[in-house]
């Protein structure tokens, strides 16, 4: 190939990339000013406090209520139950992956983990009413299970491939010296492994947690099949709960357009937008310094 060709192909594909960056970052930033513009029609109509701080929100009311208080607090709970489950169960799988599998166990175990993350959030969701709402019911005396815990035990589920692919990651690339080290002093396994190998890795395993909470505050599907959909104040996790995204997913096919209903489900995605994206930047800053760290 002639030099100059391949000058021409280079600054062709270096324009091509270019763009494709540059519609990427158009494309986030269109969604943000959509959420934005119409987010401030609806403060034009309720007040952005009375907004976060509302105890009640049923917009078809004859006299409408937009307070988001209790959406807000279901998601929360529901997120915290998930990540009760899936903070143990995805840093325990990770470290046995990296630390004690043998590797024909690690090359089965870690693609199963990996393909949890394929598995449609529809059919986590039907398996979540036909078998664990069913089971919660039975074991703590309800008339059904749709409720906080059911969502939780899914959103765990589904948080899961995130927590441990990152944090086994980050628990494999902690250098072999630190464990020698240990070793070296007489520590066991176990020993290196809490007091040596996790201090280490904590900045990745930190990373990892945030992404699945990432992962878990914006899933729609998976919630809004099993919790119950109840828009009211959560007191436990036996309450049926409606969460930002399963109301985003309800009603804005059903609400009239250009209604302050209507902007008030953009109101709700742009706080939605805002806490995913403060997990999801906190996860981003614990993986830079995790890369610094090793860098060292």
């Known amino acids: 190939m002639k030099y100059k060709t391949r000058l021409s192909l280079d600054l062709c594909f270096k324009y091509i990339f270019k763009a494709t960056g540059l519609l990427v970052l158009a494309l986030l930033g269109g969604i943000l000013a959509m959420l934005i513009y119409n987010s401030f029609s609806f403060f034009m109509d309720v007040k952005p406090l009375d907004f976060i ?47 004690y ?40 005396d309800l008339s059904n299970g749709l409720n906080a815990l059911n969502g939780a035990i899914l959103l765990a589920v589904m948080a899961l491939p995130t927590i441990i692919t990152v944090a086994e990651d980050a628990i494999h690339a902690v250098p072999k010296t630190y464990k020698e080290a240990s070793y070296g002093v007489g520590a066991t396994k ?36 099993a919790t119950g959909n109840a828009a009211l104040m959560p007191t436990g996790f036996f309450d049926s ?3 930002m995204t399963a109301t985003i997913a309800i009603e804005m096919g059903e609400v009239p357009y250009q209604t302050t209903h209507y902007f008030a489900l953009y109101a709700i995605a742009t706080v939605l937008f805002i806490m995913t994206l403060a997990a999801n930047m906190l996860g981003e800053y614990f993986i830079n310094r995790f890369r610094k760290f090793h860098a060292v």
């Open 53 to 99: 701080t509302g105890m009640e929100w049923n917009p078809t009311a004859n006299d409408p209520k937009y307070g988001m208080l209790p959406l807000i607090l279901s998601t929360t709970l529901v997120t915290f139950g998930a990540m009760l489950i899936a903070i143990p169960l995805g840093i325990g799988t990770a470290a046995f992956i990296a630390d």
């Open 101 to 140: 599998a043998s590797p024909r166990v690690k090359n089965i175990l870690k693609p199963t983990v990996e393909m949890l993350a394929a598995i449609p959030s529809v059919v986590i969701g039907f398996l979540g009413i036909v078998v664990v709402s069913p089971g919660i019911a039975n074991l703590a």
């Open 190 to 225: 176990w020993e290196t492994l809490i007091k040596v190998v996790i201090p280490a890795a904590a900045p990745g395993i930190i990373a990892a947690v945030m992404l699945g909470v990432g992962r878990a505050i914006g899933e729609t599907m998976t919630v809004l099949m």
């Open 241 to 243: 709960v409606k969460t």
